[in-house]
């Protein structure tokens, strides 16, 4: 029913997603010059998003879709 997907949860696929997050800027300044200047400065980081999205899936029933650093805690939690 879901192809290559080998975690479950609650009878739900996990798929895990590298790029579900956001770049924040490293450092900020209250003035829209200066924050501009730091942007190309001092660049951006990726946070990673901590929340869990529950899909219909297009083979059929729902899939979760998460960050894997979420999942680890998620796994943890559970005892998987």
Do not use: A
């Amino acid at each position: 029913m879901f192809p290559n997907i080998p975690m479950m949860l609650n009878g739900m696929p996990v798929v895990l997603d590298k790029k579900l997050g956001k770049e924040v800027q490293s450092r900020t300044h209250r003035k829209k010059r200066i924050n501009k200047k730091w942007s190309k400065r001092y660049g951006v980081r990726f946070v990673p998003d901590r929340n869990c999205y529950v899909f219909d899936s297009p083979y059929g029933g729902k899939q979760i879709i998460m960050h894997p650093t979420v999942w680890e805690v998620v796994r943890l939690e559970i005892g998987q």
